[in-house]
């Protein structure tokens, strides 16, 4: 169908559209015209993906010269895949409807393995890619950095991208990859003398270079062709490269000095944990390194590598990385924690020693990516609380909304169990779960849903540490032989895989008919990437809220970060955090309004107001009152009965004019006062 | 009657049925029994007729074998040789044993799907009484027509018979009891062997090598459950085990499961992420887990161990269906490779994204393939759990409140004696509706079903199919060409005339006794 959107002409590929894509479509065109940043969040299922590619597509056709480009962004392969074909779709519709050939180039970058040809991606109006291109700075000044400024950049999936961010940004640093460091140095130093020997003229070619300075990159940055890149902070630009590391032969010896200080760094007995200021000092007390040579460490080693003409720059990893700690230690003096650990927690016997260069401002990864592109949309099914994203990745949204999935029949069934039929509380806290009761009690709850539940039904764990010792348990208390009675049993593994297998093997016997049971973690591989729609997942249960390991250094290092800098309560972020990995462990199962699925909270924190607020809106609309403390039995009565009420015929006209909508309802008066509902404004 | 040409294979003495003593004898394709002193047998079973043996309790003072057969009747041998009892009896038990499951897959495939047959189809059933237990058709003449018209059906709508897939929990079924001295005992039924063949391959093998040359078949089970296999997070203790070997097997076929991969790109969790994290960056390094403790790696072996069984659990409930779908996928993605456009995505995955991103509620056009519901019991169907509906319940307030309302209208209420009828016109229309009145004509029609009580209507339907099938048996032997056709005709002709004298003169003289008064038309009917 055509839509108006605001006067805006927009293709949709299909005949019906929901009301929540409508007024999705609403919100990001306010977006894209106040040259903004959005934050939206629109339940899982209701055809995020096509509504965003349909409304910038036809944005793009319409003001070519405002937007040039769409630049999405998503997580896994197979998502980007999705978008791909989603995208394919909407192309041939143009070509249907318009009766023109396509003239819109779009480019997927999936995988190293097809990486793409640089240039095409300056002319591409679509550009397809994981998070890292664009975030990682490594990457993404291969690939993104010459991409314009009238760019609309989306992230989609992005419940985690505060996480993705400081994933860019943090190096760890163990003996073993020192001692590659120290084969790499060699490698470099041979190559050197060799060089000098043969061409000469190569090696002075690049001092002169260097005296000039990195004068190019900055006149290519002030004149705002380039992306910005924070390992290569604007003073190194403004300067010459310092004379002590500007011959090759001085930077060799220079990264030898550093290396040997960072292995004596790494001798130590106990726990350390000091600030970026404080290792530059330190270092400069130790070894007499200056801030200044370190933080054109990064940018020195990569033109010596260019100009050494290193084919196979895969085995200089080791050395690229403590160049990049160089840089970036001695260019942020905040946001940035270093933790020395001389051994694991777990075994104290076995010296292990790592240095952890640890981000915990994800706002400093993604900061040029708001700074240079006018429209930056982060989306996602899980965004709640919507705030809190703004905060930490510090920038400032024109829309912030969150949407509703509009239904004719409530196809989700929140439930949170709190009790077992002895009325044992249920909770996976720390103080009570090795305790037997409860362990049982999570048992019979799985038990009992496996006898009433049809096809799939998927567990996640808190952990999978957790995971292996209730099932241990399980085993020895009986309960899953009689789980096996009703279905197979399938487990997630530490080994991708075996759990890929065990993956595939569970939807086959859910495909079967005989049904089973994935047991699996939060914050594990299948949590975070694959969908159980339909009788892949029927009922979702998550057994305890999954709360992030908090014994960790880093985290505690992290915590206080944000208490200091955004006010953020150690509790409050430590909830959001458990909560949106709950939210997107539950939100699997739904996928779309024709499916259905029942989600169990089984832990009676969830009852609480602070963690059920921060539910995303469609899901708590849909807890009442009566469903907040039950016991496994209540869970029962409940769960058949909506399972009963489920499996009745479903048609289109139990849809249309309430969650599914023709062109013509849509154009009613009353109909768009009620879309206007849809979308909350936070 | 003992033919001369079978051997006997065994032969018990002193063994009672019915209170009589006699011998049995355990031939090679049948049991039999002749009581003392006789030289005939009383009793006599073929093995592809029975269909199991059971035995009395241990502890019972009576020793018995109790054989089932098919129909359903059973006959049981009381062992009473004071002295041997327990061993004749446990002789004759274990011969059976190995006897019984060579006949089984014999045992008659026809009788068991006619069976079927007429346990699924009530009309059928009738119709075997009425033509079939009277005598009106012998069974052959009955079956020779219906048995290929229902394979020809069968083939149609299920290729073959479905076959029966394993329970995930048959190893748990398996429960062993304390027998009260330190030792615990299991019970295991064919059943059970069976889905410990079907599912585990390796174990099979391990019986086919070693019983009976090694091991008799208790001494294999024995080992079984006390083997490291059977318990397998128990951490090995060493022992020597001739189930380490299928332990290491499995471990294998588990691997080569791994290592094949997945075929559902969307599953594949190895090429989920667009990993471009080099080693070493990223906050959240877990180190290698080189230090487990015993606890932590026999809970993860438990873990593999469920993957492993419910893997193979599901394999063999496939195994035969396996081999077409895969020839199958095999067609379709040579089909598929030859698009040009994307010949570099492999086709399960073009299928498999295609269907992740379909919302078949926003699309218009046909839903999605179902498959036609073939019901057997069309009305256990429609009786079955009727779909939740919101009563409106009213409330006693509402009922007070709405009583009111009426007797206040009554209360006001005036006839409107303007628009009252004529009387004549009133009884005309009373005339008209009543019996044999010009409205109700099509009504007496109608009548026949309300006049005849409902079990001469149903008798009079069976007689109806009956005839109707005799009929059909009669005229499918026009034209007659052959001799045997001829013959059939014949005979056809009798059986509709005996079927006529059995049958259809009592009903009617039934019927002329009881409802001569109320109508002919039936009777007509009936004489047709």
Not at chain 1, 6 to 34: C, H, N, W
Not at chain 1, 62 to 74: D, G, N, R, W
Not at chain 2, 14 to 35: C, F, H, N, S
Request: hydrophobic residues 40%.
């Amino acid at each position: 169908m055509k839509l108006n959107i605001e006067g805006l002409l927009v293709y949709f590929p299909y005949d019906y559209i929901y009301p929540e894509q409508y007024s999705y479509m609403l919100e990001l065109k306010r977006t894209l015209d106040a040259k903004g940043h959005g934050v939206l969040e629109m339940p899982s299922g209701t055809g995020k993906t096509i509504s965003l590619l349909s409304l910038i597509v036809a944005y793009q056709k319409a003001y070519p010269l405002e937007v040039t480009k769409l630049i999405y962004c998503s997580r896994t392969v197979p998502e980007i895949e999705k978008v791909v074909e989603e995208l394919r779709k909407l192309m041939e519709f143009y070509t249907k409807e318009t009766g023109e050939k396509n003239n819109f180039l779009a480019l997927a970058l999936s995988s190293r393995k097809n990486l793409c040809i640089h240039p095409e991606i300056l002319h591409a109006n679509i550009v397809v890619y994981s998070y890292h291109y664009l975030l990682d700075p490594k990457i993404a000044d291969l690939v993104s950095k010459e991409l314009a400024k009238k760019s609309v950049v989306v992230f989609d999936e992005a419940h985690n991208i505060d996480n993705v961010c400081i994933d860019s940004m943090s190096v760890n640093i163990t003996r073993r990859t020192l001692d590659r460091c120290q084969t790499n140095v060699d490698t470099l130093q041979n190559t050197i003398q060799r060089i000098k020997e043969t061409d000469a003229a190569k090696l002075r070619e690049e001092y002169r270079r260097l005296v000039e300075g990195l004068k190019e990159a900055n006149v290519a940055r002030e004149t705002d062709i380039y992306l910005s890149n924070p390992v290569l902070p604007d003073e190194v630009l403004q300067e010459a490269i310092p004379g002590s590391i500007r011959t090759a032969e001085h930077f060799v010896g220079f990264l030898k000095r550093f290396l040997e200080y960072l292995k004596a760094r790494l001798r130590i007995h106990h726990v350390v944990q000091e600030s970026s200021p404080q290792f530059l000092k330190d270092i400069y007390e130790k070894v007499c390194i200056d801030r200044k040579p370190l933080r054109f460490c990064a940018e020195r080693l990569r033109s010596l590598l260019r100009t050494l003409e290193i084919a196979d720059i895969a085995d200089f990893s080791p050395i690229t990385l403590i160049s990049h700690f160089a840089t970036l230690v001695s260019t942020y003096s905040k946001g940035f924690t270093i933790i020395i650990e001389p051994f694991e927690d777990k075994t104290p016997t076995i010296a292990n020693p790592v240095l952890h260069f640890s981000c915990m401002d994800p706002s400093i990864a993604i900061k040029p990516v708001f700074e240079r592109f006018q429209s930056v949309v982060i989306t996602s099914g899980t965004l709640s609380p919507l705030d809190i994203y703004p905060r930490i990745l510090d920038f400032r949204p024109v829309t912030m909304a969150s949407f509703t999935m509009t239904l004719a029949r409530t196809c989700l069934c929140p439930l949170i169990v709190g009790r077992g039929n002895d009325q044992v509380a249920m909770s996976s806290k720390f103080e009570t779960r090795e305790d037997f009761a409860v362990i049982r009690n999570y048992g019979n709850l799985l038990l009992e849903m496996s006898a009433i539940v049809p096809d799939g039904i998927v567990a996640f764990f808190t952990s999978y540490v957790y995971m292996e010792n209730i099932v241990a348990s399980w085993y020895e208390q009986g309960i899953l032989e009689n789980i096996q009675r009703n279905k197979l049993i399938f487990i997630e593994t530490p080994d991708a895989a075996e759990t890929s297998m065990a993956l595939e093997k569970y939807q086959e016997a859910c495909e079967n008919g005989r049904g089973a049971i994935l047991l699996s973690v939060a914050r594990g591989k299948v949590s975070e990437g694959i969908d159980f729609v339909h009788h892949f997942g029927r009922a979702v249960i998550m057994f305890g809220v999954p709360y992030v390991y908090t014994q960790s250094r880093i985290l505690k290092a992290r915590l206080e970060y944000l208490r200091d800098q955004f006010q953020i309560r150690e509790n409050d972020f430590l909830t959001f955090d458990a909560m949106r990995h709950a939210a997107q462990c539950v939100g699997r199962a739904i996928r779309g309004k024709t499916d259905y699925g029942l989600m169990i909270f089984a832990d009676k924190r969830y009852a609480r107001a602070d963690k059920r607020g921060k539910l995303p809106r469609w899901i708590q609309e849909h807890i009442s009152d009566g469903s907040l403390n039950l016991t496994i039995d209540e869970t029962v009565q409940l769960s058949k009965h909506f399972l009963r009420q489920m499996a009745q015929p479903f048609r289109r006209e139990d849809q249309l004019g309430l969650s599914l909508l023709t062109l013509e309802q849509l154009q009613s008066e009353e109909m768009l006062e009620k879309i206007s509902q849809i979308a909350q404004q936070a | 009657m003992a033919a001369l040409s079978e051997e006997v294979l065994l032969v018990v003495k002193r063994v009672r049925q019915r209170k009589q003593d006699g011998t049995l004898y355990l031939m090679t394709e049948r049991i039999a029994w002749g009581p003392e002193g006789k030289d005939r047998f009383t009793v006599s079973h073929l093995y592809a007729d029975i269909r199991c043996q059971k035995i009395s309790p241990d502890g019972k003072s009576k020793i018995q074998l109790q054989l089932v057969l098919h129909t359903g009747e059973s006959t049981t041998f009381h062992f009473a040789n004071e002295s041997t009892a327990l061993k004749d009896r446990d002789a004759a038990k274990d011969l059976l044993q190995q006897l019984l499951p060579k006949f089984k897959k014999k045992a008659n495939k026809q009788l068991e799907e006619k069976n079927k047959m007429l346990q699924e189809d009530p009309v059928l059933f009738q119709l075997y009484k009425d033509l079939v237990v009277s005598q009106v058709i012998s069974a052959e003449e009955f079956w020779a027509s219906r048995l290929k018209l229902s394979s020809v059906e069968h083939s149609l709508s299920n290729n073959s018979k479905q076959e029966v897939g394993i329970s995930a929990a048959f190893l748990a079924d398996i429960r062993p009891q304390t027998d009260g001295c330190n030792g615990l005992k299991y019970n295991l039924t064919s059943d059970i062997i069976e889905s410990i063949f079907k599912t585990y391959p390796a174990v099979k093998q391990k019986y086919a090598e070693n019983v009976p040359h090694n091991l008799t078949e208790k001494e294999f089970w024995t080992r079984f459950f006390q083997s490291h296999y059977f318990h397998r997070d128990r951490i090995n203790t060493g022992q020597q085990d001739i189930f380490s070997e299928c332990a290491k097997q499995d471990e294998k076929g588990l691997k080569s499961m791994v290592v094949q991969g997945v075929k559902n790109p969307m599953v594949d969790l190895l090429s989920l992420e667009d990993k471009t994290l080099d080693e070493g960056y990223g906050s959240l390094t877990v180190g290698p887990n080189s230090s487990k403790t015993v606890k932590e790696n026999s809970n993860s072996a438990i873990i593999k161990r469920f993957n492993h069984h419910s893997a193979m659990v599901l394999a063999a409930g496939l195994r035969k269906v396996d081999a077409p779908s895969d020839q199958a996928s095999e067609t379709s993605s040579t089909d598929g490779n030859s698009r040009d456009s994307d010949f570099f995505q492999p086709p399960i995955k073009k299928v498999k994204l295609q269907e992740a991103i379909e919302y078949e509620d926003l699309q218009n056009g046909s839903g999605p393939k179902t498959i036609a519901l073939n019901l057997k019991k069309s009305d256990r169907y429609s009786h079955g759990p009727v779909p939740l509906q919101s009563h409106h319940y009213s409330t006693s307030q509402d009922i007070i409140n709405s009583v009111n309302c009426i007797q206040e209208e009554i209360s006001c209420y005036k006839p409107c004696l303007t628009r009252v009828m004529p009387s004549s016109a009133a009884s005309s229309a009373i005339t008209a509706l009543s019996p044999g009145g010009l409205l109700m004509q099509a009504g007496t029609q109608q009548a026949v079903s309300q006049l005849v009580p409902t079990d001469v209507q149903s008798e009079l339907k069976h007689l109806y199919t009956a005839a109707g099938e005799l009929l059909r048996h009669f005229w499918s032997c026009f034209p007659v060409n052959t001799p045997f056709l001829e013959e059939k005709v014949v005979k056809m002709r009798s059986n509709l005339e005996r079927f006529q004298s059995t049958k259809l003169r009592p009903f009617q003289e039934k019927i002329q006794r009881e409802y001569l008064s109320t109508n002919v038309r039936l009777l007509l009917l009936v004489n047709l």
